[in-house]
């Protein structure tokens, strides 16, 4: 018996030593995997920084670029495009305008009714109407006609406070989200769709034109007065209520800006100067590349990935449409390459876009205790039944340095336009006011992201200069900045001047 029993204790003794032996091991490992989780993160921390430095960098190149782009066409990743709008809305405007948004699957129609400095926007209606998809993919009369129908049916229903007088005819503002060769500022040609759509008989044609053929068709006498890119119209729906508004910049899923330029300092203007001796100009800087940029390796595998490989860099890096992506790439590395979610990788991770930006912002918003926000997401949209403090840490910090590079390029790029405008510095004896009308999801909902873009921004132009710049959101320059542009370049602006 006694021997049984001492085989026995040496047998157990040797089973727990086995036991201490593989519980070490494990945590060594599991240490080792958790220093690689952190090795991973600082090595993203480092190659997102933007320091103040890095910043001026990346101003002085978009300044450099955006000179180069209002040279010559092509003469730089900037477009620069000429919007044709010299113009903008003073808040004199009187009368009701239209304006037609198409972007995407949806389109609105919108009335819009100005009473001039005191009543401003008096009333405003919309409807928005959903397109069948096989009408994406048809010929451009069928698509053209369902839109006019549509506007022709909403144009129906005007009540007696919009009242046309005798002999007018009614005016729209267009704005039209896909890429197009601006010709005057009704005209411009489709150059490609985009958005699912596919009408290959669109392109090369002037939509204004589609449109207005469809208009007749259905009996509907309307001028088309402006063909507005959103950014456009977010400037001018700005301008409206505040006549030091210089800019707009949308951060939303995409990302642009607009801006107005003084139009003797537009070389590839070869028109008549305007009146005003302004123009807007359409920059498309999403498409913004320089070698200032910090780019990950992550940046880099996503750009590979897309659709337009080497093209919209700065968009691919604080828009939207990518913050979310980013941060799933990052965290795919982890788990593939320190089990940060356990022994195997969560299968919905892999999927790309998977994590949204406003999931993203949702977890980086998250301030209770437990970070019980960003437990429930990663539940939620990875299937993660659970997650540790530690790794929900993690997690807040990647949201933190993606967005906080997104925030401060973007801030970068605002101080590069108020540079090319000589506007990024105290001048004795002015007090100049600039102000940023914004717009889009990005900086209306991502509270952290619109937050240092504001501080980063003021970072740029030091204390003094920074009283003297405002930034403000101006809310629907797709549709209600449309109609006002209807407004400011109307047919019968003379009239109203005269009478």
Same mark, same amino acid.
């Given at each position: 018996m006694g021997k049984v029993a001492v085989g026995a204790t040496v047998v157990c003794a040797a089973a727990v030593c086995a036991a201490s032996v593989?519980?070490?091991?494990?945590?060594?490992? *599991?240490? @080792?995997?958790?220093?690689?989780?952190?090795? =991973?993160l600082k090595v993203l921390e480092e190659d997102c920084a933007t320091p103040t430095a890095k910043l001026r960098?990346?101003? %002085?190149?978009?300044?450099?670029?955006?000179?180069?782009?209002? $040279?010559?066409?092509?003469?730089?990743?900037?477009?620069?495009?000429?919007?044709?709008? %010299?113009?903008?809305?003073? @808040?004199?405007?009187? @009368?009701? #305008?239209? $304006?037609?948004?198409?972007?995407?699957?949806? #389109?609105? /129609?919108m009335r819009v009714l100005l009473g @001039?400095?005191?009543?401003?926007?008096?009333?405003?209606? *919309?409807?928005?109407?959903? =397109?069948?998809?096989?009408?994406?993919?048809?010929?451009?009369?069928?698509? #053209?006609?369902? =839109?006019?129908?549509?506007l022709a049916k909403f144009v129906a229903t005007e009540g007696e406070d919009f009242h046309l007088p005798e002999g007018r005819q009614r005016e729209l503002g267009f704005t039209f989200s896909f890429p197009v060769k601006q010709t005057s500022l009704s005209s411009g040609t489709l150059i490609k769709w985009t958005k699912g759509f596919s009408i290959e008989d669109t392109v090369g044609q002037d939509v204004v034109g589609e449109l207005v053929k469809a208009m007749e068709r259905v009996g509907l006498d309307m001028n088309v007065t402006a063909l507005v890119n959103d950014t456009v119209g977010t400037l001018a729906g700005g301008r409206y209520y505040n006549p030091d508004v210089v800019a707009a910049v949308i951060l939303g899923t995409g990302t642009n800006a607009a801006y107005v330029e003084r139009a003797h300092a537009i070389p590839k203007?070869?028109?008549?100067?305007?009146?005003?001796?302004?123009? /807007?100009?359409?920059?498309?800087?999403?498409?913004?590349?320089? *070698?200032?940029?910090?780019?990950?390796?992550? %940046?880099h595998s996503l750009d590979f990935d897309s659709l337009n490989p080497g093209e919209q860099i700065l968009e691919k890096i604080i828009s939207g449409m990518y913050l979310g992506e980013i941060l799933r790439r990052v965290l795919l590395k982890m788990a593939e390459e320190a089990a940060f979610f356990g022994d195997s990788?969560?299968?919905?991770?892999?999927?790309? #876009?998977?994590?949204?930006?406003?999931?993203?912002?949702?977890?980086?918003?998250?301030?209770?205790?437990?970070?019980?926000? /960003?437990?429930?997401?990663?539940?939620?949209?990875?299937?993660?039944?659970?997650?540790?403090?530690?790794?929900?840490?993690? /997690?807040?910090?990647?949201?933190?340095?993606? $967005?906080?590079?997104? $925030?401060?390029?973007?801030?970068?790029g605002i101080y590069g336009i108020l540079k090319k405008l000589g506007r990024d510095a105290p001048k004795e004896g002015e007090t100049q006011k600039s102000v940023i009308a914004m717009d889009g999801g990005l900086f209306e909902h991502y509270t952290q992201f619109s937050e240092c873009m504001e501080s980063s921004?003021?970072?740029?132009?030091?204390?003094?200069?920074?009283?003297?710049?405002?930034? =403000?959101?101006?809310? %629907?320059?797709s549709g209600v900045g449309a109609a006002l542009l209807a407004a400011s370049h109307s047919q019968y602006l003379e009239d109203s001047e005269t009478s």
């Open positions: 593989y519980i070490v091991r494990r945590r060594m490992q *599991s240490s @080792g995997k958790w220093a690689r989780v952190i090795e =991973i960098q990346v101003a %002085d190149a978009m300044t450099v670029e955006m000179h180069a782009g209002l $040279a010559s066409e092509g003469g730089s990743k900037l477009k620069m495009l000429i919007s044709y709008v %010299d113009n903008l809305p003073s @808040g004199e405007e009187h @009368g009701f #305008f239209y $304006a037609l948004d198409l972007g995407g699957t949806n #389109f609105r /129609v @001039g400095k005191e009543g401003r926007v008096v009333k405003q209606e *919309s409807e928005e109407v959903s =397109i069948p998809p096989h009408l994406m993919i048809s010929g451009s009369d069928e698509l #053209f006609n369902f =839109i006019a129908e549509a203007w070869h028109g008549l100067l305007p009146k005003s001796g302004e123009m /807007v100009i359409n920059m498309e800087w999403g498409n913004f590349r320089s *070698s200032h940029l910090p780019l990950t390796e992550y %940046d990788v969560p299968p919905k991770l892999r999927i790309p #876009f998977i994590i949204r930006t406003p999931n993203m912002s949702a977890m980086h918003s998250d301030t209770s205790p437990d970070l019980k926000v /960003v437990g429930s997401k990663l539940k939620d949209i990875l299937e993660v039944p659970t997650t540790s403090l530690k790794m929900r840490k993690v /997690v807040i910090s990647l949201c933190d340095i993606i $967005a906080s590079r997104g $925030a401060r390029l973007s801030a970068a921004l003021k970072e740029l132009l030091g204390d003094e200069a920074s009283e003297s710049v405002e930034v =403000i959101h101006s809310n %629907d320059g």
